[in-house]
């Protein structure tokens, strides 16, 4: 059943079938856009768009810290790798006397 749910026995006969919107009727369940009143919901509405202006305009924000973080963690990376390879030519070239001595 597609809103519901079916009790089934042993012998795979159906006992119950129950329908889920008959017992949110009998409930008393009503629907959350309908109790609150057409104000409110155009209040809703208009909150909904302005958070998510100000969620993606955090988000943008982010994503630039993020970008500035990324660029000076490689401008760092690539200074760390320059001095290594100025190290590493400076050792070549003291093994490289050594050895002709």
Not at 25 to 31: I, K, M, P, Y
Not at 57 to 84: G, I, P, Q
């Amino acid at each position: 059943m597609e809103n519901g749910f079916n009790v089934l026995s042993f012998n795979e006969g159906s006992i119950l079938s129950v329908n889920l919107t008959n017992i949110q009727r009998s409930c008393g369940a009503q629907d959350r856009s309908h109790s609150l009143g057409l104000e409110k919901d155009e209040e809703i509405a208009k909150n909904l768009k302005k958070y998510k202006a100000e969620d993606q305009d955090v988000s943008m924000l982010l994503s630039e810290k993020d970008r500035e973080k990324h660029r000076m963690l490689k401008n760092e990376r690539n200074k760390w790798v320059n001095e290594w390879e100025q190290l590493n030519e400076v050792e070549i070239k003291e093994i490289l006397d050594v050895s002709e001595e």
